[in-house]
């Protein structure tokens, strides 16, 4: 694929997430209205405030297809706490911390004790996201789990923050809709589809060593942790000569971005300041964007989107089918997914050259927050109509644009977003 410049790009966005037609170039806005943005991936769900668009007159929603990422966790690895705090136990030992230093660092200390045996888990934070997410599922689609006959398949990855996410969202459904029949599963067999990762694309694409030559430049460059470092040390001389300090500073950062997975943590966005924390997100957005949002990357997803499509398939041929297929995984899914299904404007193509104009047209928070979720809602006419099968769009229950033309939108007729689709996975 060629890089070319994007002059202008259109979404819109409501609870400063993505939807339809809002100018991208807000992101510096946005993170100053609510730095809780610049968390990037470790972002907590935002719950949409906006009204969903009637169904077309004569239209009634019967099925609905989904790809969710879990809710809020724990950080994964034990490094992302724990090389902070080394840095930290260090200076204490040699005295080198000042007064805030030490806080921060006891403060790391009794968090990083509630980490035991739970790194990756979801929090309570995250299970209650999933239930929202079921409970606004089935308040704004009643035909589809409120009827009879309704039905819902829900998958998971084979990872545990997935399958509670799954449980969390399932438990919503059948909570307003008791005759509800849910099939829940968990398999291996399903992870090729639901958790494949780019690695084999990586290795194909000729401009990847590029693009991380220009990511770390980035990231040397937004990295200025001189202020940040000298309320934390109280020498300058210590720093320089026994801290990395750029590295501490995004590892900090990192554990901060995270906190609003918890109830009751740690506040530490006072330790940067509004610049900082642009800065420090500049670096994240571009190395999410060159690794899941361009060149090859999205079709690391082929297989995701395969699976909606034959799923429709099948279920669109059913006159009387109501439900819904329920998939459960990754931000590494959902990232590439939007951009492959071109999803407001997921995909724009930005040059190596141009990387430090990527915060204007893409901002990677509006896609892939914790329990961020991608739906295609289907409806058919009404008994006794006749007309099309239709089909809208949605990223964390926000409407979608597609590039394709219709006459009542988010509504798209099925047969055009299919052919799109098939011509997406065809054309690499």
């Not at 690895?77 to 911390?97: N, P, T």
């Not at 996201?129 to 079921?134: K, L, N, P, S």
């Not at 409120?146 to 996410?165: E, F, H």
Request: aromatic share 12%; net charge neutral; hydrophobic share 35%.
């Amino acid at each position: 694929m060629k890089f070319k410049t994007i002059l202008a790009t259109a979404l819109s966005m409501s609870s400063l997430m993505v939807s339809a037609q809002q100018d991208w170039t807000e992101a510096r806005k946005e993170i100053h209205q609510n730095i809780r943005l610049s968390a990037s991936n470790y972002l907590a769900y935002v719950d949409p405030t906006e009204p969903l668009t009637p169904a077309p007159k004569g239209y009634e929603p019967f099925y609905l297809s989904h790809y969710g990422r879990h809710g809020s966790r724990w950080l994964i690895g034990e490094w992302e706490y724990m090389d902070a705090i080394k840095v930290l136990r260090d200076a204490h030992e040699k005295q080198a911390l000042t007064e805030r230093g030490e806080q921060l660092r006891l403060q790391l200390e009794e968090f990083y004790k509630t980490t035991d045996k739970r790194r990756g888990d979801l929090t309570t934070v995250g299970e209650r996201q999933h239930h929202r997410i079921g409970r606004r599922m089935t308040e704004h689609f009643p035909e589809i789990f409120g009827a009879k006959n309704s039905q819902v398949d829900a998958r998971s990855t084979v990872v545990i923050r997935c399958i509670l996410s799954m449980v969390a969202e399932c438990e919503e459904l059948t909570a307003f809709n008791p005759g509800l029949r849910i099939h829940n599963d968990v398999s291996e067999a399903f992870q090729y589809y639901l958790n494949k990762e780019p690695h084999e694309q990586w290795i194909r694409d000729a401009n990847r060593d590029k693009r991380r030559k220009v990511t770390f430049d980035y990231k040397r460059e937004y990295t200025r942790p001189e202020r940040f470092c000298k309320q934390i040390f109280q020498d300058e001389a210590y720093v320089r000569y026994c801290v990395d300090a750029g590295s501490f500073m995004r590892r900090v950062f990192d554990i901060c971005s995270n906190m609003q997975s918890h109830d009751d943590a740690p506040d530490l966005y006072l330790l940067f300041t509004e610049q900082e924390l642009y800065d420090l997100w500049r670096i994240r957005n571009i190395d999410w964007y060159l690794d899941y949002s361009s060149g090859q990357s999205p079709h690391t997803q082929d297989n995701l989107l395969r699976n909606f499509l034959e799923t429709a398939d099948t279920i669109v041929r059913q006159p009387d089918f109501h439900g819904a297929t329920l998939r459960f995984g990754h931000e590494v899914c959902v990232m590439p997914l939007a951009a492959l299904m071109e999803l407001g404007h997921c995909y724009p193509e930005v040059p190596v050259e141009r990387l430090d104009t990527l915060d204007r047209v893409w901002a990677n928070y509006r896609i892939f927050p914790m329990a961020s979720n991608i739906q295609l809602v289907f409806y058919r006419p009404k008994k006794g109509k006749q007309g099309d099968i239709l089909v809208k769009a949605m990223l964390n229950e926000h409407e979608q644009s597609l590039p394709l033309e219709t006459t009542q939108y988010p509504y798209y007729r099925w047969d055009d977003v299919r052919r799109f689709f098939e011509k997406k996975l065809t054309r690499k």
